[in-house]
């Protein structure tokens, strides 16, 4: 110990040289260990903060819908590849449209119009022979009467003049050797294919050559160059001019042929699909490749399918990255270094700005440990990101079901509104940064935290907890519907976000109800919540003490009435007086019989014991109610009351009745100059409590109101005035005590609650209308039906009469009055010696 402990005379030379200097020296101030352990304790917050929020964050940030608007701006910091399934369906589609379909060549046309006109020279030569020896009109018209009666359901145009022309102007032996030239030539067009250009899905321009897939009579595919109906026209009429044949026979053979020219390509979609089919399976897939910053995304512009197809890809090549396998990137650094900026701000708004806080390091371990475990969901919340992948409709909704309201309406309800909002900025801040660093979803979460604190203003019932809950959804979710609105989503995905923020809401307040009592029991915090259940009456503490100590009972709901106005008065909290102000005395229940309150036979048990001991069992209340207190599981708040409502003052009665039976006992001088013997010294420590001093404002309001109701019952008339000087003179006699010295009540608070204490014993202590007696009645009625000259004089008589009786009663009146001014012959408790004044201050007892 000695090696420890400074001698004095170092710390004199030590204390010296601090008056000298100013300061201490600069190693010393480092290595004190208040700072120190705040050094500590910042840095292992900001590690825990980091490890929750940041340790093993994608770089890529949070998903993104189509069409959305991108937040941040996502840079591949590491080289990847990927096979591109949106840009190898599109080659695929590419390829598909460019690949021609399959069409069969069919010769059916061909063959019936080849029947026909076999049958049709057939018929020419038959009428050649007929019309050889006729004259010319009655050829011509043998001629007309052939075509018109010539297969007239064949649906092929047969015209009477090309008839004529090829009649005379080939010859007959040469006819049919012509004729099947002509359909060798059409037989040929025929093969090679003839499409329609009325087709909208060959249609390549009128005259055009075009290379289809066709089946040929072979049964083989290949690729031809098919001609159009006009193309084949032209052909034909072409090859029938370079026939050996007069000019006007081959244009009359031209019109004859032309009627058997006809489409001949039909459709094959088996065939077309198996080709396509076999094309694609030839496909490779495309590989993209993405270097070393280069840019995915970019902010503020809509995101398309192939840029979210290159985001997820690289997601995949993060997780796959064994060097990033421990988290340690760039992303973390940079997170690490706003993660202390936003502490060492939090901790300059504490020390400067939060007087709450900064005297409290209680509220602020609850401060963070409700923060950690907040950010703690949050980041569960987003680790759900892989469920997205199973159902990409949840990226919509990720963001909106962080319970970011949790933390500082659970802050709010327990340690103020203060508080609250200042853990909704660190939570929104850090919930932002998870999400990409997103103002509009800092913003969103800050203002609908911001509505659920206000409405948990001084919040006493529990399920208003739940209604704020439900409000702060209701809030976020107009917010949503309008980024919504503005970012063109479809209207499920707004309905869909809107109703996860309201069921989150709802959530977030039953889980605040629910872990209110846990953290009330862990950092021994108790709300108006807590509080107001413990007005109720049939408190098994109260019912007790209604049985066991009625007159304790009825003082303590007096106190709590005074103390609960004062409190309001001065901006305390009226509910905290009133339950501390029911409780304050339970320990009287385990002696009632020894404060006069309870003495209801009239025996005092004071009077069989000495003033010391008498001190000691009025004492011993306090003791004996923080042990009730504590076996009942009452708040600390209520057990610091109940140490704090006697302060160290004294108990005056018994002090003064000691010293007056020392004055008594003491030896007398045996001669004239000889010193008197002490037998026993009177020490005023144990005549006073044992305290300690009030220390918070409603510990001192009920600390007043608990001797201003005591000192009032012996007021012999209650007046204004006489109230007035009752309060000034306990409050005096309180404040030379020194009673008030560990409290932080200002003067104009201690005026506030005397003008609230004056307002509310006028009105407790206020007199009745004495009410006649029967007889008194009957006397009044029968004077009034006499007659009315016998009422004067009967008037003045009774004024004779009753002359005396005023003047025997003021004795009586005068005799009370000493009664309640003078001590009682039994010592009265310390209940009734409160009004009295301190010795040192020269003032008489009530």
């Known amino acids: 110990m000695g090696i420890l402990r400074k001698s004095k005379k170092e710390r004199v030379v030590e204390s010296r040289r601090k008056r000298k200097t100013g300061k201490e020296p600069l190693a010393r101030q480092l290595l004190n260990p208040g700072r120190m352990l705040f050094v500590l304790s910042f840095l292992g917050l900001t590690a825990l903060v980091t490890l929750i929020c940041f340790f093993g964050l994608s770089p890529a940030g949070p998903r993104n819908l189509p069409n959305q608007v991108a937040r941040i701006r996502v840079v591949a910091e590491i080289p990847f590849s990927y096979e591109s399934e949106i840009l190898t369906n599109q080659l695929i589609e590419e390829r598909r449209r460019r690949l021609p379909p399959v069409y069969k060549l069919t010769l059916s046309s061909y063959r019936r119009f080849e029947t026909y006109i076999d049958k049709l020279q057939e018929g020419l030569d038959g009428l050649e022979v007929n019309t050889n020896e006729t004259g010319a009109a009655e050829r011509m018209s043998e001629i007309r009467a052939f075509a018109r009666n010539f297969e007239p359901d064949s649906g092929y145009n047969l015209n009477s003049e090309n008839i004529a022309i090829i009649l005379n102007e080939i010859e007959s032996?040469?006819?049919?050797?012509?004729?099947?030239?002509?359909?060798?030539?059409?037989?040929?067009?025929?093969?090679?294919?003839?499409?329609?250009?009325?087709?909208?899905?060959?249609?390549?321009?009128?005259?055009s050559l075009l290379r289809l897939n066709i089946i040929t009579e072979a049964g083989e595919l290949a690729q031809v160059e098919v001609q159009s109906e006009e193309d084949a026209l032209r052909f034909l009429r072409i090859n029938m001019s370079a026939l050996d044949i007069p000019r006007e026979a081959s244009s009359a053979l031209f019109h004859l042929l032309r009627n058997g020219l006809a489409p001949n390509l039909e459709f094959d979609p088996a065939k077309t699909e198996e080709l396509r089919l076999k094309v694609e399976s030839e496909i490779n897939p495309v590989v993209v490749k993405v270097i070393e910053g280069q840019t995915i995304i970019e902010p503020d512009t809509k995101v398309r399918p192939l840029e979210l197809e290159q985001l997820a890809a690289y997601r995949q090549s993060l997780k796959a990255d064994k060097e990033r396998s421990l988290g340690f990137d760039p992303l973390l650094w940079e997170r690490l270094l706003m993660t202390i900026g936003i502490l060492i701000s939090a901790a300059i708004y504490i020390n400067v700005g939060s007087r709450q806080l900064r005297r409290h390091r209680q509220r602020i371990l609850l401060s963070v440990t409700v923060m950690l475990v907040n950010l703690t969901l949050l980041r569960l919340t987003t680790e759900l990101d892989f469920l997205a992948d199973t159902k990409p409709s949840l990226t919509a909704l990720l963001p909106f079901m962080a319970p970011t309201a949790l933390g500082p309406i659970l802050a709010a309800v327990l340690i103020g509104t203060g508080p609250g909002i200042f853990l909704a900025v660190l939570v929104s801040l850090f919930h932002a940064l998870m999400q990409g660093n997103s103002m509009t979803l800092l913003m969103v979460s800050f203002l609908s935290t911001l509505l659920g604190i206000y409405y948990c203003h001084n919040v006493q019932v529990r399920a208003r907890v739940v209604q704020a809950g439900a409000l702060t959804g209701l809030s976020m979710a107009v917010c949503i519907f309008f980024m919504g609105l503005h970012a063109a989503f479809d209207v499920s995905v707004i309905l869909e976000q809107m109703g996860v923020a309201i069921v989150i809401g709802v959530v977030t307040g039953i889980v605040v109800v629910g872990i209110l009592p846990f953290f009330e029991n862990l950092f021994k915090f108790t709300t108006d919540i807590s509080l107001l259940e413990l007005t109720d009456f049939n408190h098994p503490l109260l019912r007790r003490m209604q049985v066991t100590a009625p007159g304790t009972y009825h003082h303590s709901l007096m106190v709590a009435n005074l103390s609960e106005n004062a409190a309001a008065e001065i901006g305390a909290n009226p509910l905290v007086c009133r339950v501390c102000s029911l409780f304050h005395d339970i320990g009287k229940m385990q002696k009632p019989d020894y404060f006069t309150e309870n003495q209801r036979e009239g025996f005092n048990p004071h009077i069989l014991h000495n003033p010391s001991m008498s001190a000691l069992v009025i004492k011993s209340h306090v003791k004996e109610g923080v042990q009730l207190a504590r076996q009942y599981k009452l708040p600390q708040i209520i057990i610091d009351a109940i140490k704090e409502h006697h302060g160290t003052t004294l108990i005056q009665y018994f002090y003064y009745k000691a010293l007056k039976q020392k004055e008594s006992s003491n030896t007398p001088s045996i001669f004239?100059?000889?010193?008197?013997?002490?037998?026993?010294?009177?020490?005023?420590?144990?005549?006073?409590?044992?305290?300690?001093?009030?220390?918070?404002?409603?510990?001192?309001?009920?600390?007043?109101?608990?001797?201003?109701?005591?000192?009032?019952?012996?007021?012999?008339?209650?007046?204004?005035?006489?109230?007035?000087?009752?309060?000034?003179?306990?409050?005096?006699?309180?404040?030379?005590?020194?009673?008030?010295?560990?409290?932080?009540?200002?003067?104009?608070?201690?005026?506030?609650?005397?003008?609230?204490?004056?307002?509310?014993?006028?009105?407790?202590?206020?007199?009745?209308?004495?009410?006649?007696?029967?007889e008194e009645q009957q006397k009044a009625v029968g004077r009034a039906g006499s007659k009315s000259g016998n009422g004067g004089r009967k008037s003045a008589a009774k004024k004779k009469k009753d002359a005396p009786k005023e003047s025997s009663t003021a004795p009586a009146q005068a005799q009370a009055q000493a009664q309640t001014v003078t001590p009682p012959t039994t010592p009265p408790t310390h209940a009734a010696a409160k009004e009295k004044a301190t010795p040192h201050s020269g003032s008489q007892p009530v």
């Not at 329609?196 to 249609?203: A, G, L, R, T, V």
């Not at 309001?701 to 007021?715: K, Q, T, Y």
């Open 672 to 774: 004239p100059g000889a010193p008197r013997v002490e037998i026993d010294k009177v020490n005023e420590s144990t005549y006073r409590y044992e305290g300690p001093k009030p220390q918070f404002k409603e510990s001192a309001v009920i600390f007043f109101a608990d001797s201003i109701e005591a000192a009032s019952r012996c007021l012999p008339k209650v007046t204004p005035q006489a109230i007035d000087e009752l309060l000034d003179r306990i409050f005096r006699s309180r404040l030379d005590d020194h009673q008030l010295s560990e409290c932080a009540l200002t003067f104009e608070e201690v005026e506030n609650i005397k003008k609230s204490f004056s307002f509310t014993l006028l009105n407790m202590l206020h007199s009745r209308v004495e009410y006649p007696s029967p």
């Open 173 to 207: 032996e040469k006819r049919p050797e012509v004729i099947r030239e002509g359909i060798l030539i059409l037989r040929e067009i025929y093969r090679e294919g003839v499409y329609d250009s009325n087709n909208q899905d060959i249609n390549v321009g009128s005259g």
